[in-house]
């Protein structure tokens, strides 16, 4: 696919740069292994924020009053399982996944062609940046202990859920005023339907990712970013 050379690329991680079982099948799991962890750290001021967010959405989202440790860490266990895309469970992942990185368990997985696609991009002068609903930390991680290396010096910025959700329009359009460039001088890449049609909506140029046989869903697809080139 040869499309018009963007001014910025902003990726997704999971089914995008990287594998959906290995989010589902490592970094899910390492969460939830290491999760009593979190008890011994709420003098952490990331965690101590984060569990109290966590009361507070326990209830708004789920209608449930908790208040100990362990009702806390209880409902982000749950919403773990169900894959929830919520800002404290999101933010306390990447603090235990930080250590699973450091200690050498944890690997990013990103797909082959990745690393000398974010080069080749970068050297032709385009801006690179993460949406991701993986915390910015969590991001950093999976990029900085890569099996391809360090990837982080190719992105500029990074997005999480603190800017908004992925499948909502309003969150493209502050994305765009955040980084003062013209929506249609933005190439969005994810997996998600849904992601796609949010950044469509606010004029994104979109392309699908189409990995590990996925059936295709959106108007233009690749299956790997070595389709994708520019004039
Ligand atoms: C930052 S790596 C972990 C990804 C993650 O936690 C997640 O929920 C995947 O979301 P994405 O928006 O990258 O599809
Ligand atoms: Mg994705």
Do not use: C
């Not at 997996?191 to 950044?199: K, N, P, Q, S």
């Amino acid at each position: 696919m040869i499309l018009k050379s963007p001014k910025y690329i902003l990726t997704d991680i999971e089914g995008t740069t990287s594998s959906i079982s290995f989010v589902a099948e490592k970094l899910f799991p390492y969460f939830r292994n290491n999760i009593l962890d979190l008890a011994e750290m709420t003098e952490n001021p990331i965690v101590k924020a984060a569990f109290e967010q966590t009361i507070q959405l326990a209830k708004s989202e789920d209608g449930e009053t908790i208040s100990t440790d362990q009702e806390i860490i209880d409902k982000l266990y749950e919403w773990s399982v169900e894959d929830r895309k919520i800002t404290p469970l999101k933010t306390l992942q990447g603090v235990l996944w930080e250590k699973g990185y450091q200690e050498g368990e944890l690997k990013g997985h990103v797909y082959p062609e990745v690393a000398a696609n974010l080069k080749s991009w970068k050297e032709q002068g385009i801006e690179l940046g993460v949406f991701s609903s993986g915390s910015v930390s969590a991001q950093k991680l999976i990029f900085g202990y890569s099996i391809s290396g360090d990837l982080t010096p190719y992105f500029s910025s990074y997005f999480d859920t603190n800017t908004g959700g992925k499948r909502e329009s309003e969150t493209y359009k502050k994305i765009a005023q955040v980084l003062q460039i013209n929506p249609s001088e933005i190439l969005f890449l994810s997996d998600i339907v849904e992601e796609l049609e949010a950044a469509d909506s606010n004029g994104f140029q979109t392309i699908q990712l189409s990995r590990d046989g996925m059936t295709p869903s959106w108007k233009q697809f690749v299956t790997s970013f070595d389709e994708i080139t520019f004039e």
